[in-house]
T-cell receptor
Framework: GAVVSQHPSRVICKSGTSVKIECRSLDFQATTMFWYRQFPKQSLMLMATSNEGSKATYEQGVEKDKFLINHASLTLSTLTVTSAHPEDSSFYIC??????????????FGPGTRLTVL | GNSVTQMEGPVTLSEEAFLTINCTYTATGYPSLFWYVQYPGEGLQLLLKATKADDKGSNKGFEATYRKETTSFHLEKGSVQVSDSAVYFCALKDTGGFKTIFGAGTRLFVKA
């Protein structure tokens, strides 16, 4: 199956700093990438959907100025958590799908990034 | 709107026990149905899927059958192992849609 990577896998930062998380599709071109947030022992919450070359579509209640999403190429999307605070600590997961994977009708998930804000 | 409901956990079983995790869905059209598994500290992995009614998805001893008449996609395994301990998510993707809708997840603990 298609492979999606995330970097970093874990990050610890001080309150007020910004953190960038990268999501890459390694063996296919991802026309659409999704960013999820997962709280402990809970399901995935879709934050936003990004299409290559266009602005991301944010879900209701997600602050677009705080969670900046860029999908500048067909293999890379980034999520930047700006001015992070302890309540932003969470597990962030990206997923991707592309023209080559549409026939599978599924998304391919990255391994996740654990963000801890002190 | 579309939704997925799965049984609450945690589910605790002894090794070699039979596993069932119930999942029902609400959707328009003919969605594709999925089971994902999440091991501790990791992202989601696709376990199995079914794209039309009466299809059976299977992988690693797990099975689920797409039942349109009961709008269900229950996950089963005949003999669980300790290594199956994880969180299992039922999900659907509607025809022509781009979002995947996830259930709340069911945590499975398998004791040796």
């Amino acid at each position: 199956g298609a492979v999606v990577s995330q970097h970093p896998s874990r990050v610890i930062c001080k309150s007020g700093t910004s953190v960038k998380i990268e999501c890459r599709s390694l063996d296919f071109q991802a026309t659409t990438m999704f960013w999820y947030r997962q709280f402990p022992k809970q399901s995935l919450m879709l934050m936003a959907t990004s299409n290559e070359g266009s602005k991301a579509t944010y879900e209701q209640g997600v602050e677009k100025d705080k969670f900046l999403i860029n999908h500048a190429s067909l293999t890379l999307s980034t999520l930047t958590v700006t001015s992070a605070h302890p309540e932003d600590s969470s597990f962030y997961i990206c997923s991707a799908e592309g023209l080559a994977t549409l026939s599978y009708n599924e998304q391919f998930f990255g391994p996740g990034t654990r963000l801890t804000v002190l | 709107g579309n939704s997925v409901t799965q049984m609450e956990g945690p589910v605790t079983l002894s090794e070699e026990a039979f596993l069932t995790i119930n999942c029902t869905y609400t959707a328009t059209g003919y969605p594709s149905l999925f089971w994902y598994v999440q091991y501790p500290g990791e992202g989601l992995q696709l376990l199995l899927k079914a794209t039309k009614a009466d299809d059976k998805g299977s992988n690693k001893g797990f099975e689920a059958t797409y039942r349109k008449e009961t709008t269900s996609f229950h996950l089963e395994k005949g003999s669980v192992q300790v290594s199956d301990s994880a969180v299992y998510f039922c999900a659907l993707k509607d025809t022509g849609g781009f979002k995947t809708i996830f259930g709340a997840g069911t945590r499975l603990f398998v004791k040796a």
